[in-house]
């Protein structure tokens, strides 16, 4: 597995910098701004349903 600090030094450079950072996101202030709601299934319940990975 390529850790986060080989892949800024490596490949990713000034923006490997970005994918260390500890920083959280929410959508909240694109639902208040625009009343946009997700309708599809988050990140993790479309990961487990097993159509991006093959099921060992």
Do not use: C, I, N
Request: hydrophobic share 45%; net charge positive.
């Amino acid at each position: 597995m390529l850790r986060v600090a080989e892949l800024h030094r490596s490949t990713l450079r000034w923006l490997g910098g970005f994918f260390g950072l500890d920083t959280p996101a929410s959508s909240a202030l694109t639902q208040a701004r625009f009343g946009w709601k997700p309708e599809q299934p988050g990140l993790l319940a479309d990961l487990e349903q097993g159509t991006y990975f093959a099921r060992a």
